[in-house]
Nanobody, 121 residues
Framework: QVHLVESGGGLVQAGGSLRLSCAAS????????MAWYRQAPGKERDLVAVITSVGTTHYLDSVKGRFTISRDSAKNTVYLQMNSLKPEDTAVYYC???????????????WGQGTQVTVSS
């Protein structure tokens, strides 16, 4: 069983910064892509950023130049550094990881529990 545990959300003023972390725990697995999604009340869940196993990254257009995704493979952890935050960034942020079972070889996705980010104007 694999679990993704998120931390780092909170309340900040516009222009401020937050750093989100998501750590994968468990055994008998490896991780391919890792990503961050966000969902505001009444809206669809959107992909914010993704990082592959070789370190290539992709970002939602509205966060380019402000957000940076990174990973620490030794710790099975992905980060999202968020700078110059805007009120429209307010949402619940979810970690997602593509997991491969070392026992069965099957690939599936896991989700974190979500962490609230609120940006005041």
């Amino acid at each position: 069983q694999v679990h993704l545990v998120e931390s780092g959300g909170g309340l900040v003023q516009a222009g401020g910064s937050l750093r989100l972390s998501c750590a994968a725990s468990g055994s008998s697995f490896s991780i391919n892509d890792m990503a961050w999604y966000r969902q505001a009340p009444g809206k669809e869940r959107d992909l914010v950023a993704v990082i592959t196993s070789v370190g290539t990254t992709h970002y939602l257009d509205s966060v380019k130049g402000r957000f940076t995704i990174s990973r620490d493979s030794a710790k099975n952890t992905v980060y999202l550094q968020m700078n110059s935050l805007k009120p429209e960034d307010t949402a619940v942020y979810y970690c997602n990881a593509e997991i491969r079972s070392s026992r069965t070889g099957r690939v599936f996705t896991h989700w974190g529990q979500g962490t609230q980010v609120t940006v005041s104007s």
